[in-house]
């Protein structure tokens, strides 16, 4: 993993992998989990409340159709 910290205020943005992850400035210690067909799971630490959250960024949720009932799924297990 490499980070390009660049603050922005309350957020920063970071290289997790290929992809590019724009987080809350509270949200550190980030660790891949995975990669998949449609996105990639980091977890981080909410620097806030000392609790793990995983983070999941979804590719292209809206390209098709098919891609935009799949992102439906996904969040209504949640």
């Not at 490499?2 to 309350?10: A, F, H, R, Y």
């Not at 920063?12 to 992809?19: A, E, K, L, Q, V």
């Not at 550190?28 to 990669?35: A, F, K, P, Y």
């Not at 067909?37 to 960024?57: L, M, N, P």
Request: hydrophobic residues 30%.
């Amino acid at each position: 993993m490499t980070s390009d910290s660049k603050p922005q205020g309350e957020w920063y943005t970071t290289d997790c992998g290929r992809t590019q992850f724009v987080l809350p400035v509270r949200y550190q210690n980030i660790v891949h989990i995975g990669d998949g067909t449609f996105g990639t799971v980091i977890r981080v630490t909410d620097t806030e409340t000392g609790k793990y959250v995983a983070i999941k960024k979804i590719f292209h949720p809206f390209q098709s159709e098919m891609h935009a009932k799949r992102t439906y799924q996904r969040l209504k297990q949640l």
